[in-house]
Each structure stands twice: as C-alpha cells, then as structure tokens.
C-alpha cells in the first residue's frame, strides 16, 4: 500500500477558520438572479414581440462596454464574469418600455454603470440602484419615449389608455385584473406580467438571494395604505390588489427594492425599507401627477438605507 | 424561564456519516511522543524530568503551576529526550518535552482508583486535578480549577449541562461515547456534580442523533435530577452560551461566564474522562479524536496516544488521498489549518480532518454586497461587515469601543459571506487589538 507521507510534507493549504463554505459566491448570486429574470424577459417577448430581445441585447452590451471602460479607467481587475453588470442591463432593459429605441437604451445602461455604480466606487459602494439610476436619467432626457406605451399583441382591454394605472388615474376606468396578472396589458418591458415575476422573485426567495422581508414590506405597504384610501373612496381609488398588480410594483419589489447593495442588512431596517417604498409609491401615484412612482420610491428609500442600517442594529447578545 | 433558540448560526453539510458508525480504536504509541509542557489554558506545567530519565507509562512528567494550571504525564514509558522547542497544531512553536517509547516495556504508573468511601467532593477534585484533566469542549480549561466551588459570596451551581451537541460538522467523538459508554458518561457526570454541590444536570443533544438519545434516555431514566433534551441542528449549538440560552432561556452577558449564572457547562469527553481518573485511576494520557474528511483514505474514531504526531494518526488512518489539500486540527468551522504534521496531538485535540479542495470552496474575495447574511447569522448579535469595514479603513477607536470582544469566531459569518471576505481572519485581528489596546489602557491607568 502507497505511504503517501513517507516523503516530505506535500504542499497544504493554509488559511484560517472556517474550512468550510456555503456554495454561494458573488457570481453566482448574479448570474442566478439573471436567470430568475428569464421569465419576465420570455413574458416580454412573448406580448410585446421579438424586438424587444434587442433592447435587452443592447443594455447588456452596453452595460458590460461601460463596465469594461471605467474598471480600465480605474486600474481596477475587470471583472465582467460576475455578471454584475449583465444584470444592471437586463434590469434597465425590462423595466424600458417596449420597443424603445436602440440609442437612448445604449445611453440608459452606460449611465446606469457609470454614475449609478462606479462614481460611487465600484461593485458594493453605490448607494442607489444603477439600473433605476439609468432609468430615472432616460426618464428625464425621454420623457416622451419613456411614456409611450405599445399594445400588446393579444390585448382584450377595450379601454384607450395606454396602461391600467393610467386607466385608473386620468380616466377613472379599471381594468380587467387577470390581463394583468398574465401579462397581456400595456407597460414596461418585463413588468407587466405578474406571474413571471411571481416565478421569478419566488424561486429568488427559496434560494435566500432576495430577503422575503423586502417585497412582503414593499406589497404590504402598497396594501395598507392604498387600502386606507380605497376603504375612503373606491370610486375614486383602485383597490390595494389593483395597485399591487398594476405598473411595477411586483418587479420593483422582487428584483428592485431586493439589491444587496442598496437595501438594509438588518431584519428590522428591511420591514422599514419596503413599507417605506410602500408609502411613497402610494402618495406618488396617488397625490403626484404621474400615473407610476415605483422608481422613484425606490431611489428615494435607497437614499435612507445608511440611516436605517445605522438605527436598526441587533443588540449584542446579553447586552 | 423558558428556554429559547439562539437567533443566527448556519446548517453547514453534517459530513457525520463519514465516521458515525465507526467504533473507537485504540491507537498504538508510535515511536516517539512529544509532550508540550501547556496543554491548557493557564500557566505552563513545571517540568519534573530531565534528559535521560527513564519514565513509565502513566507517570507525572510535569506538574501543575500556578493557581490554573494543569500537570502532565507521559501515556507511554521509555526514555526521555531534551527538551525543545517543537511546532504544535495551534501553529505556534511551544516548549516540549521528547519521550523516546519503550515499546517491550508493560511498566504503569497510573493512581489507585478511588473506592466508594473516597468519593467525596474534595478527593474527587484533587484526582481530577492529579490526573492533569483539562476541559475537551475545545478550550481546555483546568477541570479541576472550574470545579472549585462556589464561596459563600458567589452564586450556588444549580444546573450542569452536559454538552453532547457535537455541532462541528464531521466530528463525531462525543457521539461515539454517548453510544459506546453511556454508563460511564453519566458516572462522570455525577462525579462532577458532586464536586460543586449541585443537584440537577440537563444533557443536551442534536436532533441529528436520534441513537445517542435514546441510548442516553435510557441510562439516565432511573436518575430523578437529570434528563436529557433535544435541541435543534444548528451551529453553533453547542457553544456554551447558546446551549445555556436553550436550556434555561438566560443569557449570559457580555464579559460574565456561565458560572456567574450558577450554570457549568461540560463537555462529554470530559465526563469520560474524569470517570476513568476516579475508577480506573487512569490520567489525561490520551486523546479521543475523530479522523475524518474525504481527504483521508480511512476516516476513523480513535483513542491516540497524547504526544503522537498528527502524521502517525494520519499514516494510522492509511494516509492522504490523491485530492487531499488542507490538515485542520479540531473541526472545520472553528479548527486550524496545519503546516507541519509533525505537530503532536494534545490532550484538548478533538479531531483532524483532510480537506479535499472540493470540501473547501475557494473563490476570490469580491468587495462587500450588503447582503446582510452575516449580520442574520451571527450568533453573538454583531455586525461583521460594519466591525471589518472600521477595520480596514483604520477607525480603530470606534473598533475598541464596540462588541467586537464578544466575537467567539465562531465562523458562522465567513461561512455564509458571498463575497468571500475573511471575516473572520479580521475579527480576529480586531480582537487582538482591542484587547491589547484595553490593556495597555488598564496598566496605564494603574499606573497613574
């Protein structure tokens, strides 16, 4: 029999404790979540048409070009393969309307890299969600493109309004729930249907990449206080599973709010970050002038997330 | 009080199944043991021997000094070689003393076992302390210094816990003993009791060692002050601050031990170990470790010889694997990397494990995501990524006034880091520093 140690000491490895390690590592924590936006993207495809892959296509280059360049720019390792920056683009690009134009959708994901994550010092630093950070940009310099809304291909609402949420706002007219939650209404890219969110942030969710906190927070928020004006006046107000279900709240809540980086660590800062997006994304749509807020409460709440972190530590253990 | 569950901790792969069913072997002395003078917490053993002498198996080689300090004796007789300076699986090179083993030589020295009317606490305490016992839960801590007692002014000792959680993966020792000699464990447990007086004992047990349980609720039935509870698999269970908030629901605070509560907390093959002092007259001679990982042709349980090499355990078990990459001492979560094999096995080793690289998922370290994974698993209440964040840009205030000293690193944290950042390597640095900066600050004060 082989006396493996009559010789010297083979080289080992010397690290310190733990010797062990969860299989997660940050590639993999993206790439997955890329993955788990799959069926929001074919969702995508599907009502709005094959084009869109294309708008997809070119945030993700885009964002991996610009990704490149600053890390360059920067004398930082590029690190392209950890998919951080496929998945900015994958989120800018579903959360754009369909059939956006090519060149506003380069512009969207390079700023979303540059000023959403790299002027902030890079992976982890930024706090701001970059692909919302894209979106609130092209939300400002396209405002027309940005609001212009195609029909989907098997559209069976005979309301005029483009989307259900603007339905309800300027014209007082609700639609059709079930559209809304297979998909086949107007909207962003990759928000419109319910169910491939549900899919998607679900399996999410039992593989501990999004915390459950977030979107509970998020939806029970939007509930409560949508449902507060709704008990007040149904004439006037959509009902709290019409506000759920209706623009991007699922997508902002599962695949938004959700973002390690600019979302709290702690249990109790998560509760108070969702209902906080919760609030705002109801006052917005409520008492603003534009029909959808999520993006906006989401950066907004991203703003408080040190302060959160900061008031909702755990006690030491017997202290 | 109620008894409440830890909030943290991680479910790391049990990997028991490599050594669960594997029976203690009694491990022969290899040619040559090497016997480090501190094998303890506390001062180092005074030496009683010099090269040349001539010792026999069992005999007091060096004795306890200082008031936490334990003795050494030698586990096999032959000559003895000069004292040196060796390499130890703590990683740090310590004082000890060489024994060539007479392998012919049937020579004992072990003490006389205690009969019935010797069995009164002070006599069993002076064995424990005779028999150079020291606590096998991983710190080694005097037993018979922790079984002093309490005065007048301190708190009775109301409840011993036995620790049979064995929460480190691979290890399955203490599991082993509660299978194989259950009678004695609750001898030394009762032993101990009565050492400080205290009347009810829990023992305390993993779910995922559905045998051991019933093995010991058997034993333990006819006994009216002591049961046996299952707890939830979880790491780190069987740390004795969470064993002792699952079992009374109390928490011990920060800087305070257990013992401030009037709770001792032992561990299973201490028990063992003082029911052999008493009734087989037998000192701390050998280590019960489990050998284990995939890295290692024959995984096995085994009782070794104190002093034997960790490559004669490993040669023993049928040497490393092709894929074998890392030697730990103690088990993966908590245990220490080795460099040289030549490293003896010591009274507190609790196993050695051969990693294979796939057993130890390396990837490269990421910057932070703020996932919060450490905050949620960290048993102590910590937040990891903000106490290596002050680290690494040098706020070395803030580090000295927060928790950082309430660290028990554990692992829990680096385990689940998806970025792969060395928490715990920081941690520990973090430590270190703060203690020593309080006590330069303590000296300086005295001093003015």
Redesign the interface.
Known sequence: MEAPLAQNNRQLELTTSPHQHSRWSTRRVMWTVVLALLPCAAAGLFFFGIRQALVILVAIAFANGAEFGAQRLRNRPISLNDGSATLTGMLLALTLPPDFSLTPTAIGAMIAIWLGKHVFGGLGHNIFNPALVGRAFLQAAFPVAMTTWSVPRMAVDTVTSATPLAAAKFENVRSELLPMLLGNIGGCIGETSALAIFLGGGFLILVGIVHWRIPAGVIGGTVVFSGLLWLANPGIYPSPVYQVLGGGLLFGAFFMASDWVTSPITTRGMWIFGLGIGLIVVFIRTAGSLPEGVMYSILLMNALVPLINRFTRPRVFGG | MKPTN?SGG?H??RMKELTADCPFEVMLAPEQVVLPLSQHLGDQARLLIKKGDHVSRGMMIAAAAGMISAPIHTPVSGKVLNLRRHSSSSGFPIEAIPIQTDPHSNETSFMQPLSQAELTPELIRERVAQAGIVGQGGAGFPTAVKLVPPTSHQKPIELMILNGCECE?YLTRDYRFMLERPEDLLSGLQLMMKTVHCKRAVMVIEDNKPLAIQKMRQVVAPESNIEVRILKSRYPQGAE?MLVQATTGR????G?LPFHLGILVVNVATAISIHDAVFQGLPAISAAITVSGRGIRRPANLIVPVGSSI?AV??YC???NED?????AGG??????????NAPVLKTTSGI?V?T?K??????E???????HC??S??????P??LVRLLQTHQMEKVAHS?IS?CM?C?SC???C???I?L??WL?FGKRWAAQKHRITATNEYKR
């Open positions: 830890f991680i790391p792969p993966p601050k928490r011990v605070p920060p305070k490559r490993l040669e049928g040497g490393l074998a990459a890392r030697v730990v993966p979560m908590m245990g220490i990397a080795q460099y040289d094999l494990l990693l690289s057993e130890v998922p390396r990837e490269k990421t910057a932070c995501l703020k996932c919060g905050v949620k960290c048993p102590m209440g910590l937040t990524t903000l928790a309430q690193e692992g680096a385990y689940t998806p970025a792969h060395p715990v390597q520990r």
